[in-house]
């Protein structure tokens, strides 16, 4: 999951007006030349893969299989480059993550059969067949028009030399004997070229989403990819969270345990000869004992706050909004609860955005909704600060979206310069049975 933001206001109409210019126009029919010279390359390589897949019988395919599929996946992500850079088509990774594997001729087979068993190499070898065929048409049809238009506008010069030589004298349905017809043949021949000039630029891009839809990564992929992403994400997260709560026990509550325990052995020493100085040291042990609770409960709120366990989220979001030195009003309709996992993330979430109101943002007031709708647990927080919030520029974001992704969340900010800052963000979710609506 990513950030989304809604800022922006770069869109796809401003590349197709650029491509129009000439310096674009023409760069296109170099770039269109540059893709037909990987055609004949990936029919070498469409055969090599193909000899290699039918010696797997044999053996001899296991060791040549994932050289062929090393060197096709490095040319194919030469045609993804291409249409990101050169057409703005964003063609992601679509291969699954690498097995472990043994070593020897065992960890070669595991390899093989890795490669092989994902959808994407057989993606990548239908690309392969297709594109030297069809890509080569959508390719070649804006030269081939652009050219036969030059040939047309050339038609003056050229006329005498090709009926001397017995060769072809028509021109579309111009019959070329003379130099009137010929001029007639160039006025009809520039229309074909400003033709091919404007096909150029629009068939690099209809290539480009050809070659989205068979280099793409798969609904598969795409969700292994993301689970792997939440996975190490959820994981580092853990083992942050673990940390903070071993360093936090070790420097506050457990050091202050210590100190109370050697308290108590001086002031048992000292109960018989000082009694004065042993009840001096009982009442520090008093005040320490004290702090050392507020400390684990503020630990356990960080872990999990009571209330959001005893009263349910819209009730925890108030406790926060209370807490907090702004004024926060909260709006809340859920009809039941979450699962605790979720709530817990949208808890957090919800404390992030408005510790970041308070800290970056130059809010006075807060406002928050919650709401549950279409299977989606939702949660919006707007502020009247100095707005111009960006990702980029601290953790805040990142984390809130870290702890989002876990659940397949999105979070979308919403922060033009001046203000108001509005996160919206969405988690999926059942309810439990319904209750009373918090509100």
């Not at 679509?94 to 472990?100: N, Q, V």
């Not at 994407?120 to 392969?128: E, G, I, N, S």
């Not at 709708?373 to 990142?398: H, I, K, S, W, Y």
């Amino acid at each position: 999951m990513s950030i989304v933001s809604t800022d922006q206001r770069s869109g796809p109409e401003g590349g197709r007006k650029a491509d129009l210019r000439p310096a674009n126009a023409f760069r296109a029919m170099g770039r269109t030349l540059a893709l037909l010279a990987l055609a004949p390359v990936e029919v070498l390589l469409f055969g090599l893969l193909v000899t290699a897949i039918s010696l797997l019988s044999i053996g001899l395919g296991v060791f040549l299989v994932p050289a062929v599929v090393i060197a096709v996946r490095g040319l194919l992500n030469i045609q993804r480059r291409c249409a990101r850079n050169w057409s703005g088509v964003e063609i992601g990774d679509p291969y699954l993550p690498a097995r472990e594997t043994d070593t020897g001729g065992k960890g070669w087979l595991q390899r093989t059969m890795g490669l092989l068993s994902d959808p994407a190499t057989w993606r990548d070898l239908l690309w392969m067949l297709v594109n030297p065929v069809v890509g080569v048409v959508l390719l070649v049809l804006p030269l081939s028009v652009f050219a036969y238009g030059l040939f047309g506008v050339s038609m003056p010069f050229l006329w005498e030399p090709i009926v001397d030589a017995g060769g072809n004298d028509w021109y579309v349905l111009v019959h070329v004997t003379n130099s009137g017809t010929a001029l007639t043949a160039a006025v009809l021949g520039a229309p074909f070229m400003l033709l091919g000039y404007l096909m150029g630029p629009a068939l690099l891009r209809v290539h480009a989403r050809f070659a989205h839809g068979l280099l793409g990564p798969t609904e598969m992929a795409r969700k292994v990819h993301h689970l792997t992403a939440t996975r190490s994400d959820a994981v580092n997260t853990s083992a942050a969270e673990l940390r903070r709560i071993e360093r936090d026990l070790h420097d506050g509550a457990q050091a202050r345990l210590v100190a109370m325990g050697m308290n108590l052995g001086v002031a048992e020493r000292l109960l018989s000869k000082d009694p004065e100085a042993a009840r001096t040291i009982l009442a520090d042990t008093r005040t320490a004992s004290a702090k050392a609770l507020n400390e684990l409960r503020d630990l356990v709120r960080g872990i999990h706050p009571p209330v959001l366990a005893d009263r349910g989220l819209a009730d925890a979001v108030r406790a926060l909004g209370m807490d907090s030195p702004l004024q926060v009003e909260v709006n809340a309709e859920l009809p039941g609860r979450p699962e605790a996992p979720v709530e817990s993330a949208m808890y957090f979430a919800v404390s992030e955005s408005l510790t970041n109101a308070a800290k970056h943002g130059s809010a006075r007031s807060v406002t928050v909704d919650l709401w549950y709708a279409e299977g989606m647990l939702r949660a919006q927080v707007m502020d009247d600060g100095a707005g111009g919030a960006n990702p980029a520029n601290g953790t805040g974001l990142r984390g809130m979206e870290r702890r989002l992704a876990t659940f397949d969340g999105v979070l979308a900010l919403t922060s033009p310069v001046g203000g108001p800052t509005t996160l919206t963000m969405e988690l999926p979710c059942a309810l439990s049975s319904p209750k009373t609506s918090f509100s």
